[in-house]
């Protein structure tokens, strides 16, 4: 038993959340700066001794909330968040700023949607790129004399893992730089840097702000020359986050460890309940002890996020259960408080069988969550035998 006494070294990970990036107490002063709404500021004399020149540069609202993620995706070593517009605008800003004519990027052929089209504009530009399923030996083998590697763990949505910090350190034996996208673990899950990547990268829109109000991306490096990297580019593209959308975000993140606690036994919940359903099959959860990722997402992981994969015999039948959830909403995206589930196929993007469903498991009662599922399948199973 700890002596309650003392002050443990570092303070846990819920006090560090909700502190984060914070102003010291000082009186009169809120506890949360509110967002500083401004195109520019007071700027006499020489720009190179000011903090703050002109809103694409910096406003005080970003470097609050870069400050917080930095403490939680880096907590034990010094790091800098770069915030963006969205998680496309700083998945975009890592990959256009370091993937040169005649350079190889390592993608994973399974991840976010938007990677493939990326991958073509990577094409176009010269670069080679080598697409891989996510956790096999070809993602390791496609390492081989490659300038950046890209990884996404969990993948996002078949829900397989690869070992960060394996695959890290054959990249850096080539000499590539590694960037992971950390969007569906949070960095209260999973800690990239501290596995050896140089980039940690997500999407905020997701799990971080988790109130399904905000778009945000943000990128995180412990080497100085990479966060100028990107930075340049954020200032190039001008891909910025408005200070609202940052003050929200910023907002969010204390009570991320008790929304992600709460989604992750709900969605152990479900994965245990989906798998009892004669019409589902290949449940994925990479908190269930036997899924095929779990070995390796309990080493590397600290969560196991709030999304799962199921497959309904097809299409229609997946249609007619989403159509009757009262809970669960049909929409994309994940990582809210609000319980979402939706058939992938209907992107097109992804390569997943017409019944596949990704559910996104919210901080609702479980009890009510599976009441919910329960009364969808019952209703899309008379839909059928009605034909
Ligand atoms: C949603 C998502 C993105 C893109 O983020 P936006 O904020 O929507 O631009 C990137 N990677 C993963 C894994 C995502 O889920």
Redesign the pocket.
């Known amino acids: 038993m700890s002596d309650p006494s003392t002050s443990p070294a570092r303070p846990g990970e819920g006090t560090r959340a909700v502190h984060a990036g914070l102003p010291e107490p000082s009186p009169d002063a809120p506890p949360m700066p509110g967002p500083v709404l401004t195109a520019h500021y007071h700027l006499p004399g020489d720009p190179a001794d000011a903090a703050y020149t002109y809103g694409r540069d910096g406003n005080p609202t970003w470097t609050a909330l870069e400050t917080a993620v930095a403490a939680l995706e880096s907590p034990d070593e010094p790091a800098e968040a770069t915030v963006f517009a969205?998680?496309?605008?700083a998945?975009s800003a890592v990959l256009l700023s370091h993937v040169r004519p005649g350079g190889t990027v390592v993608l994973p052929n399974d991840?976010?949607n938007?990677l493939n089209p990326l991958s073509e504009r990577l094409t176009e530009l010269g670069a080679t790129v080598r697409a891989v399923p996510t956790g096999t030996a070809r993602q390791r083998e496609a390492i081989e004399g490659a300038d950046l590697v890209w990884l996404?763990t969990p993948a996002?949505p078949g829900l397989d893992v690869c070992d960060i910090r394996v695959l890290a350190d054959t990249a850096h034996r080539e000499g590539a730089l590694v960037a992971v996208?950390n969007?569906?673990a949070t960095p209260l899950g999973q800690r990239p840097l501290e596995l050896g990547a140089d980039f940690s990268v997500?999407?905020?829109?997701?799990a971080l702000s988790g109130h399904g109000d905000v778009?945000?991306?943000y990128v995180v490096c412990r080497d100085a020359a990479l966060t100028e990297s990107v930075r340049r580019w954020r200032k190039l593209v001008g891909a910025i986050p408005g200070p609202m959308e940052a003050w929200l975000a910023h907002r969010s993140l204390a009570t991320l460890h008790l929304r992600t606690e709460r989604q992750q036994r709900n969605a152990l919940v479900l994965a245990e309940e989906l798998r009892g359903w004669p019409e589902v099959r290949d449940v994925r959860y990479p908190g269930l002890p036997d899924d095929p990722a779990h070995e390796l997402a309990a080493r590397q992981m600290r969560g196991f996020g709030c999304v799962l994969s199921f497959t309904l015999p097809d299409r229609a039948f997946a249609e007619r259960l989403l159509a009757a959830t009262r809970v669960v909403e049909e929409a994309t995206?994940?990582g809210g408080v609000r319980s979402t589930a939706e058939r992938r196929g209907r992107w097109g993007g992804d390569d997943v069988p017409e019944g596949f469903v990704r559910m996104s498991v919210g901080v609702e009662d479980a009890a009510d969550l599976v009441a919910d599922l329960r009364q969808a399948r019952a209703a899309a199973a008379a839909a059928a035998r009605a034909g």
């Open positions: 969205s998680g496309m605008a998945i991840g976010y938007l996404e996002n996208d969007t569906l997500a999407s905020g829109t997701k778009l945000l991306g995206s994940f």
